[in-house]
């Protein structure tokens, strides 16, 4: 049967091939020199060609074939594939796999084969490499090749270099043609360039040796054996991980799902990844809705993060510090249910040490915490002002000694009891001699001892860290830096622009751009302009430094936090907020000079960090946190403001002439040409003429939320003042305190800005040092006078009319 299909099939094919090859030689013979001739040439070159791969494919079917009858039955049901044919043989070609592995080693066009007794061991030549450079140490006169395979490596050994070359060659040749589908025409061509297969290939592999890919299947793009690019892996149970992979382990962005078992849900994981282990900044929806958002280290919560449950059962959301998947360091828990906010220390997942519980009702208290129950006595500050100092329970029931201090003065002492149906009792003395509680204790300020600034949100600031003295690599950028990301969407955005191709627009925010752009500005004319774009850049790494310490400021302070009793918190937390961020530019700039080899410049002006800090960054951050810090400022001077309001009232039913003689202002200064009078209308009922460019000047001083506009502001007022007396004066007039004051108090009462105490308070605590003792101390001094001045003639106005009432 055999011989008749050779007849038929193969021998006139031959035949056929052996005439042409015949015919064109004598055609080629005929020619002359030139392009016909080179025409047949090159016929004739593949005509041998087709010969040569006719005859190679029947010598592979015929050595195969004799394969097939030399090895047992079992071998062959599992090898014997009709398209399979053998390319080599280590029998025909002598070597051997490492010690003990293998009798015989079989070259397939498809697969390479070991035997080993009655065993063996395939491998699909598309995950097969060859390493000619064998690192194992040979024995004397052994040539090695090192072979690669996902989950397996071995070594195959010759007894001479040409033997080694041929197995090479032919190993490299059928990998390539396998990678490629389809052979070579001819089988075998000639050595050199484009031989070598690719190492980097793309394919499916099911891993079925132990380990943490066991019986995964990997489909993606591989290097050296090794799953190394993008890829997805898929388990049996449902579990699945789609992102960067590099030398066989997970590393760089990357989506894991992990099915919960009694539920039909998944824990969705979108993180970074560092050597097959979450590290750096993610976002975690587990199946139960909780989310998280922050830190991993190791597979575990670690450092700043953000714990929320949305669900309508039981509302929460944590904000702090996170060590090995707990709760642990400084943080802000939101119940959602009692209305509360806890700030404070925490342990293991429970609040312990010291810690801040504000209400939604204005009740605020300071206690110790241990594995989360309350201990030891505490400080409560109700919302009509009075203060309790003592032992009291989770209801806020005072138990045991303590001491009450109303708002009116008086003090309660002694033993406080609560028995179910009688109400709270007390045994102790009341001290009636206080006029008024002091404001110490009213508007006493939590916090500050129990928890410095330096120790809040470390976790924060130690990424930014890390990411500079990692030399702030591009491809670790939002691993380190990456919570300005709040949302999965936002998430996948960020890393498609990470490894996109980058428009015109966004050029200048690449790593190596930003670093060089940072010695560019080192000109404080030109540094303020560029931190203040980079600040608000979401792109830049102090814009993302910026973003974060907003999300942890609003979790502390907006909302049920804006009490009075943690200005100060707030307040030296944003100061905090610029220095940290100066100095991690001072750290960005460092960092690129160094690589440059230069040496950063000396400070000539003689200024410190803390001052540089305060001069030139806390005006740029002050607008991200000014909704929470200003209201907490109203919050705190709001019984100041009400009486000045009061004030400002009483003070605007005077016309503009009465309210002139009223505040002692010297007549030869008043403005009388700028009440200009209507028909039947007479001056002395004019009101808000005087001085009005002044007053529409100050009135600006709640447009902006820089302390230093509202100082050039005040100056701008002043000038005015000055300006308008100047020619009601007919000449320059330099304005001393004694007409400066009555001047500006009017100015002040006409233009009513609301809130007047929290303005110069904040300008007060937030302005520039270096304008202590200068002239904007000066007006802000005066300024300060006159709305306490306010304040008194309305306190005593009261305290007159209260006198009177009185027989």
Not at 619 to 624: E, F, R
Not at 668 to 692: A, E
Request: a negative charge.
């Amino acid at each position: 049967m055999s011989l008749a299909l050779y007849t038929v099939l193969h021998k006139p094919i031959r035949d056929h091939v052996e005439q042409y090859i015949l015919l064109l030689t004598k055609l080629n013979e005929a020619l002359k020199e030139g392009p016909e001739k080179d025409l047949v040439t090159s016929a004739i070159k593949e005509y041998v060609k087709l010969e040569s791969f006719i005859s190679q494919v029947l010598d592979e079917a015929c050595f195969t074939k004799a394969l097939w009858k030399s090895l047992g039955y079992k071998f062959t049901d599992m090898l014997c594939v009709p398209e399979r044919r053998l390319l080599e043989d280590s029998r025909n070609l002598p070597i051997s796999a490492s010690t003990n592995r293998s009798d015989r080693i079989l070259l397939f066009d498809d697969v390479l084969v070991l035997i080993q007794g009655n065993s063996f061991q395939s491998f699909d030549l598309k995950l097969v490499w060859v390493d000619k450079n064998c690192r194992e140490k040979s024995a004397p006169g052994v040539y090695g090749l090192h072979i690669i395979t996902p989950e397996e490596t071995f070594f195959l050994s010759a007894k001479d270099p040409q033997m080694k070359a041929v197995w090479q060659w032919k190993l490299n040749q059928a990998i390539r043609q396998a990678l490629k589908g389809k052979r070579d025409f001819p089988l075998w061509g000639k050595t050199g360039e484009g031989t070598e297969p690719p190492s980097c290939r793309f394919f499916t592999y099911v891993f079925r040796l132990e380990g943490k890919f066991k019986n995964a299947t990997y489909e993606g793009e591989w290097h050296w054996g090794k799953p190394h690019g993008k890829g997805t892996l898929k388990w049996r149970d449902g579990r699945n991980h789609v992102g960067d992979f590099k030398e066989g382990l997970e590393h760089g962005f990357g989506i894991c799902l992990v099915p919960r078992r009694s539920e039909d849900r998944y824990d969705c994981y979108k993180c970074h990844w560092y050597e097959g282990k979450m590290r750096g900044y993610g976002i975690c929806e587990y199946g139960n809705e909780m989310v998280y958002k922050g830190y991993f280290k190791d597979d575990l919560r670690q450092g700043f993060g953000i714990l929320e449950n949305p669900s309508a059962d039981h509302p929460f959301k944590y904000t702090g510090q996170w060590e090995n998947d707990k709760k642990n360091g400084y943080g802000v828990w939101d119940d959602k249910d009692r209305g509360e906010r806890y700030i404070g220390m925490w342990h293991d997942d429970h609040k312990h040490g010291q810690g801040i519980v504000v209400t939604q009702s204005g009740v605020c208290y300071q206690r110790t915490f241990h594995a989360g129950r309350m201990v030891g006595s505490g400080i409560l500050l109700l919302e009509d002002d009075s203060v309790y100092e003592g032992n009291f329970m989770e209801d806020l029931t005072f138990v045991g000694k303590g001491k009450l201090s109303f708002a009116n003065g008086f003090v309660l002492e002694g033993t406080f009891t609560n028995k179910l149906g009688q109400g709270l009792q007390t045994q102790g003395i009341l001290n009636t001699s206080n006029e008024q509680l002091d404001d110490r204790i009213t508007k006493a300020q939590l916090g500050l001892e129990e928890f410095p600034v330096e120790e809040r949100w470390k976790g924060i600031y130690d990424q930014f860290l890390e990411f500079i003295h990692s030399g702030c690599k591009e491809e670790t950028e939002e691993s380190f830096t990456g919570f300005h990301i709040q949302t999965s969407k936002e998430l996948r955005k960020s890393q498609e622009y990470l490894f996109c191709q980058r428009g015109t627009e966004d050029v200048s925010w690449k790593m190596e751009d930003i670093l060089e752009e940072l010695v560019q500005h080192q000109e404080l004319k030109s540094l303020q302009p560029y931190l203040d774009k980079a600040l608000k850049s979401s792109l830049h790494p102090l814009g993302k430094l910026l973003k974060a310490l907003m999300i942890a400021f609003q979790a502390t302070y907006s909302g049920i936090g804006a009490n009075r009793h943690l200005l100060t918190m707030a307040q030296e937390e944003v100061k905090y907020y610029a220095k940290k961020i100066w100095e991690f530019y001072q750290g960005l700039l460092h960092l690129v000079l160094e690589q440059k080899g230069q040496l950063p410049t000396k400070s000539v002006d003689g200024e410190t960090n803390d001052q540089k800090a305060c001069s030139i960054v806390l005006p740029l951050i002050l607008p991200c946190f000014y909704p929470e810090l200003f209201m907490l400022y109203m919050l705190y001077h709001e019984r100041e403001d009400d009486l000045y309001c009061q004030g400002i009232v009483d003070l605007s039913l005077f016309p503009d002439i009465k309210l002139l003689e009223f505040l002692d202002v010297q007549k030869h200064l008043w403005p009388l040409k700028d009440l200009t009078l209507t028909t039947n209308q007479r001056r002395s009922l004019i009101k808000d003429k005087c001085f009005l460019s002044a007053t529409e000047c100050l009135q600006k001083l709640i447009t902006t939320v820089d302390p230093r506009e509202k100082l050039v502001i005040l100056q701008k007022t002043y000038e005015e003042i000055e300006s308008t007396v100047s020619r009601v004066v007919e000449k320059d007039y330099k304005l001393p305190m004694d007409d400066l004051l009555p001047l500006l108090m009017y100015v002040v009462s006409r233009a009513k800005i609301q809130h007047l105490g929290a303005e110069i308070h904040l300008i007060r605590d937030l302005m520039d040092p270096t304008n202590q003792g200068g002239l904007y101390d000066f007006l802000l001094t005066a300024l300060e006078s006159c709305y306490e001045h306010i304040q008194r003639m309305r306190l005593h106005q009261r305290e007159n009319c209260h006198g009177t009432h009185n027989p």
